[in-house]
Structures are given as C-alpha cells and as structure tokens.
Nanobody, 118 residues
Framework: QVQLVESGGGLVQPGHSLTLSCAAS????????MGWFRQTPGKDQEFVAA????????WYADSVKGRFSISRDNAKNTTYLQMNSLKPEDTAVYYC???????????WGQGTQVTVSS
C-alpha cells in the first residue's frame, strides 16, 4: 500500500497562489499515477488533477484548467499542485490520491484544508 502525506494548505486571498505537496512512501511502485481530489461540506468529492509519473501525462478538471498545474519530482516521490488565481469556490479539503484500480483510487492522504477568502 502507498502512504500519502499532504502539506501546504492554508488561508489565502482571492487571486493569490498556493502550492500543495504530496509525499508518497511505502509501495511507491503503485504510485505511478497520482492525483488530487477536493471536497466541501455537503458535496461529493471532485476530481481536480492527475499525473502519470512515467509518461508525464496530465489531466485537469475544467474548473481548474489554466489555473492549476500538477507536477512531480520522481527522486522525492512527491507530487505538487500549483494553484494560481485562486477563487473562493476553490475552498475545500484537498486530498492526494494514488494507485487507481478499476475506476477507484485505492490510496488517499489525510487531506489538507485550503481556504480562499479576503
């Protein structure tokens, strides 16, 4: 199993930027694909972005395309989510995920809160 630890959340003003990090450990061979989801109270989890480490292919939700960027540092087994031009509607708990199997992500981090507010 892959263990994931997120960091970098916090309070930021609208229009500003924030970078989230996700460090993977354990069976990192199952972490070729990693991604980010987010969730706000009363709503379903929402896919944000994903990346495949071996190919570098990336995917983004329409709501963040052009503002967020996912990247990786293979040597550190760490994935990053650079979030620019943040909006209040980006406020959520952001979860790092890994090991997609059968349409589900098997490994989830503990989540990190991002609050966009003036």
């Amino acid at each position: 199993q892959v263990q994931l630890v997120e960091s970098g959340g916090g309070l930021v003003q609208p229009g500003h930027s924030l970078t989230l990090s996700c460090a993977a450990s354990g069976r990192t061979s199952n972490a070729d694909a990693m991604g980010w989801f987010r969730q706000t109270p009363g709503k379903d989890q929402e896919f944000v972005a994903a990346i495949v480490w071996t190919s570098g292919n990336t995917w983004y939700a329409d709501s963040v395309k052009g503002r967020f960027s996912i990247s990786r540092d293979n040597a550190k087994n760490t994935t990053y989510l650079q979030m620019n031009s943040l909006k209040p509607e980006d406020t959520a708990v952001y979860y790092c995920v890994a090991d997609p199997q059968g349409g589900r992500w098997l490994s989830w981090g503990q989540g990190t809160q991002v609050t966009v507010s003036s």
